[in-house]
């Protein structure tokens, strides 16, 4: 079992900038594939970005060059920095763990950029 809590939510103006976080807890963070998605009302939820245990990443083309992921395993968290922030970003996003047939979600944290 892996329990996912994300923070760092919120309103921010276009252009602007947000660190969301992802802390795991309940068994070997380390082992498990973590990944952001996003899900826009009306909208099909979406991979944003990945990484894999061994640190390779993988990014929507809508966030190349805007957004990183990253994760401290010592920490048992994955982060994304959201920089260059646009309205189409807006979004509830949701962190992920998937390792082998399983995998986990967390609640989901709101993301608003507007002026």
């Known amino acids: 079992q892996l329990q996912l809590v994300e923070s760092g939510g919120g309103l921010v103006q276009p252009g602007g900038s947000l660190r969301l976080s992802c802390a795991a807890s309940?068994?070997?963070?380390?082992?498990?594939?973590m990944g952001w998605y996003r899900q826009a009302p009306g909208n099909q939820r979406e991979l944003v970005a990945a990484i894999t245990s061994y640190g390779a990443t993988h990014y929507a083309d809508s966030v190349k060059g805007r957004f990183t992921i990253s994760r401290d395993n010592a920490k048992n968290t994955v982060y994304l920095q959201m920089n260059s922030l646009k309205p189409e970003d807006t979004a509830v996003y949701y962190c992920n763990a998937k390792r082998g047939s399983g995998q986990y979600w967390g609640q989901g944290t709101q993301v608003t950029v507007s002026p």
């Open positions: 309940g068994t070997i963070f380390s082992m498990y594939a």
